[in-house]
C-alpha cells in the first residue's frame, strides 16, 4: 500500500475627477467609521451608567444583534457586537465569558485559529469551568497543530464533563494526529461501549485499525458505522481506502460507486486514488 494514501475526516481632467471621487468616497467611509465609533462609545457609555438588571437586557439584546449578523455572514459585526457585551457586562463574568466563546467561535469559521484560541483562553479566564471552552481551545490548538497542548484541552473538558462526547472523540482525533494509534483505538473503543450509536466512533475505529496494519479487521466496523449513518461521505471513502489496503480495489471501487451518489466530488478524488494504487 503506498504511503501516500489518505484517509479523509477566494489620463488630466479624468485622473482629477478620480482623485476628487476616491477622496469623496474616502471620506464619507471616514465619517461612516467615526459615526459608528461615537454610536459605540454611546451605547457603552450608557451601560456602564445602567442597572445591572439593564445591563443583562442589553447584551441579551446585543447577543441577538451578534446572532442575526453571524448568520447573515457580516462576521465583524458579529464580533464587534460581542465585544461590546464584555466591555459593558463586566460585573457579570459569566456573560462576558460567553460573550468570547462566541467570538472564538466565529474565529474558528473564518479560519483565524490564533484568534479563536486567544479568545477561548479569555473566556476560560472568567469561567474556568467550561467544558465547551476548553474543548473548543483543543480544537483551535488542533487546528494549529500543537497536538500535546490541543489533547491536554480536550481531557480538561472530559474531567469537567464526562459525558462530553465530542471532546472525548476530539481526544481519540488527537492521539491519531500525534501517531499514538494505540490510544486512539482505545478511545473510539470506550466511546463505542458507553455510545453503541455514535457512528463516527466506529469509521474512526476502523482507520485507525486499518493504519496499524490491521484492515481485515477494521472491515466490520466500516459496515457498522455506514448502518448507522448511511448518507455520511466519509465513510464510503475510508471503507474504499481499507480495501485498497487489502489489495482489493474491485470492493474499493464498489464503494467508490456508492459514495458517487452521496458526493461527487469525493468520489471522483476516490476514484483517481484507486486507479494510482492500482499501477
Do not use: W
Not at 489518505?6 to 477622496?23: E, G, L, N, P
Not at 453571524?70 to 462576521?75: A, C, T, W
Not at 497542548?149 to 481526544?171: C, I, P, S, W
Amino acid at each position: 500500500m503506498s504511503d501516500k494514501l489518505q484517509f479523509v475526516a477566494r489620463r488630466v481632467h479624468q485622473q482629477d475627477a478620480a482623485c476628487r471621487t476616491s477622496k469623496s468616497i474616502s471620506m464619507r467611509l471616514t465619517i461612516r467609521l467615526l459615526f459608528g465609533c461615537l454610536v459605540l462609545l454611546g451605547i457603552v457609555t450608557t451601560a456602564l451608567t445602567q442597572s445591572p438588571a439593564d445591563t443583562d437586557k442589553e447584551a441579551q439584546r446585543l447577543t441577538r444583534v451578534a446572532q442575526v449578523a453571524q448568520q447573515e455572514g457580516r462576521f465583524d459585526d458579529a464580533i464587534r457586537a460581542y465585544q461590546t457585551i464584555a466591555v459593558i457586562a463586566k460585573s457579570s463574568p459569566r456573560i462576558v465569558a460567553s460573550a468570547h466563546l462566541n467570538i472564538g467561535n466565529i474565529y474558528m469559521t473564518l479560519g483565524k485559529y490564533e484568534q479563536a484560541a486567544s479568545a477561548f483562553r479569555r473566556s476560560l479566564s472568567l469561567d474556568a469551568n467550561s467544558a465547551e471552552a476548553q474543548n473548543n481551545l483543543g480544537e483551535a490548538l488542533g487546528e494549529l497543530r500543537q497536538y500535546p497542548r490541543a489533547l491536554e484541552a480536550f481531557q480538561q473538558a472530559v474531567a469537567l464533563d464526562g459525558g462530553f462526547l465530542k471532546a472525548r472523540y476530539n481526544m481519540g482525533v488527537t492521539y491519531d494526529h500525534m501517531g499514538q494509534i494505540k490510544y486512539a483505538e482505545f478511545v473510539y473503543r470506550i466511546l463505542i461501549r458507553d455510545h453503541p450509536d455514535f457512528a463516527i466512533a466506529y469509521d474512526s475505529l476502523a482507520v485507525a485499525l486499518s493504519k496499524s496494519g490491521r484492515a481485515r479487521e477494521a472491515i466490520a466496523f466500516h459496515e457498522k458505522a455506514i448502518s448507522l449513518d448511511p448518507k455520511e461521505p466519509s465513510f464510503y471513502y475510508n471503507f474504499a481506502v481499507s480495501y485498497l489496503v487489502l489489495g482489493n480495489a474491485r470492493k474499493a471501487q464498489e464503494q467508490q460507486q456508492k459514495l458517487r451518489n452521496l458526493d461527487p466530488a469525493m468520489a471522483e478524488h476516490l476514484a483517481a486514488v484507486i486507479v494510482k494504487h492500482q499501477r
